[in-house]
C-alpha cells in the first residue's frame, strides 16, 4: 500500500514539474512572439515591465485572471465552461509520452504515436463546442472552419506517421529516436524529406496558426470560435494554443530531427567535444527552432483562404504522403542503405 | 473492489448513461455530442482490455474524424425541437415491439453463449513487448485477408460513387 502511495506521489511530482515547466514556456513563448514579431516589423515590442520587458507575461497573465467571465445569455452553459477546458486538457495531456532524453518520460507506453494523433484529434472538440455553445454567427463560422480544416490535416498529419512508423518499425517515442541514430544523414528529414515537409505543414495548420488561421481570421470573423470568451476562459484557450505549437515543435524534433540525438554523431573530434553536452540540450534547442520558425511564418505570410487551405490539404499534401508511404514501404522492405538496412 | 474493476466500471457508467442520452436528449447537437462521449468511455473499456491499438484507432477515426463530420453537418441543420415528440403515444407500442425485437436479437448474438468467459476467456498480463499491432496485421493478412481486401474494394467503390454523385463539372 505504501509503495503504492510512494508510486502515485512521484508520478503526480513529474505531471506537476512537467506542467509547470510547460506554463513557464508558453508565457515566455507568446512574450518572445511579441518580440520576434517587433523585430520583423521593425519595432522593439514590449519593454516596459521589467527590465527589458521580462515580466511583460506575468503582467498578462494577471491581467487575464482578473478579468470577469462573461458567459452570453443564449449560450449553452456548461458546454461553453467546459470547451476551453477539453481544449488545455487534450494538449497538457499529450505531454505524457514526450520523452525528454533517453529514458526521461512520465509514461512510456509502446502505441506512444497512435496516443498523441488521437488526443491531438480530441483537441477539435473544443474548438468545435465553444463555438457551437456561444451561440453567435462568427463564433459558429470559426468552428465550422476548423472542423473542416482539422479533418483535413489530420488525415494528412496521420499518414506522414505512418511513413515513420514503418521506418522506425516502433510507434514508441524512445524506439523512433534510436533508430534515427548515427549523425545528421541518418535522422528521418532526409529519407522522409516529403513527409517531413507535410507534417510540418500540417502541424501548423492542425494548431491553427498563420497562415492557416481561418478558425480565428480577425480581419473576417472578428476573433472567430472564440469571440464570446473573456478572461480566464479566453486565457485558456490562448494556453492550449501555445502548447500544442510547442507540442508540435518537440513532434518534429522527436520523428524527424533525431530528438535528443546530437547532430554531431559520427563526426570526429567534434563529437568529442560537444559530448558533454546532455541530450536534452540538444531536443530543447530542435524544439526552440521550430517554435521560431512558426513565429517567423507568422510575420511573413499572409493568410490563406478557405478554398486555397482545402486545395492544398486534399490535392497536393495528401497525394504526395501516400506515394510517399510507397517509397518507404519499398525502401523498407528491399533494406535499402544506408538508412533501412537493418 | 480493486482498482481495475473500479476503472472499469466509472467508464462503463459514463458509457451507459451517455449512450441513454444520445437518444434521450432533445437537441441533436447535444446527442451527437453524448455519442463522442460514449465512444471515449468505451475507448476507455478497450484500454482495460489491453487492445490498446483499437482502443486509439476508435478514438482517432470515430471521435476525431466521423463525428467532427457528423457535428459538422448537424451544426447546420434546423432541426424544430417542439414538433419532435408528436405521436409519441400513438407510436409507442410499435417502438416497443421494436426495442424488443432488437434487444432479444443482441442478446442472442452477443450473449454469454457466445461471448461468455468460457468461450472468451479475459487476456491475462501480456509481456512488455507484445505489440497489438503486429497481432491484428498478422490476423488481418492471413486468416482474414479475403473480407478485408473486400471491404476495402467495396470503400473504394463508395468513394468512386460519391465523388461521381457530387462532381461537377467546369465548363470550358
Redesign the interface.
Known sequence: MMEGLLLLGLIVIKIVAIILVLLLTVAYLTFFERKVLGYIQVRIGPNRVGPRGLFQPFADIIKLLCKEIIIPNASNRYLFIFAPIISLGTSIAAWSVIPFQKSIVLADINAGVLFILALSSLGVYGILIAGWASNSKYAMFGALRAAAQSISYEICMGFALVGVMMAAGSLNFQTIVMAQEGGVWHWYWLPLLPLFLVYWISGVAETNRLPFDVAEGESEIVAGFHVEYSGTAFALFFLAEYANMVLISALISLLFLGGWLSPFQGIPYLETWFSFVPGIVWFLLKLSFFLLVYLWIRGTFPRYRYDQIMRLGWKILLPVTIVWIVVVAMAVQFNVAPWFAS | MTFYQLIFYAFSTVAVFSGLMVVASNNP?RGA?FL?LTF?AMSGVWLLLQA??LA??L??VY???VM??F??VV??LRVNVVGMFEGFVRYFPLALFVIMVIAGISIMVIGPARFGLLSMPAPGIKPDDF???KEIGMVLYTDYAYPFEISAVMLLTAIIAAISLSHRKTKK
Do not use: P, W, Y
Open positions: 447537437v455530442l463522442v471515449f490498446e491499438f486509439l484507432i478514438v482517432l471521435v476525431g474524424a467532427t463530420l457535428l459538422f451544426m447546420m505489440s497489438n499491432i
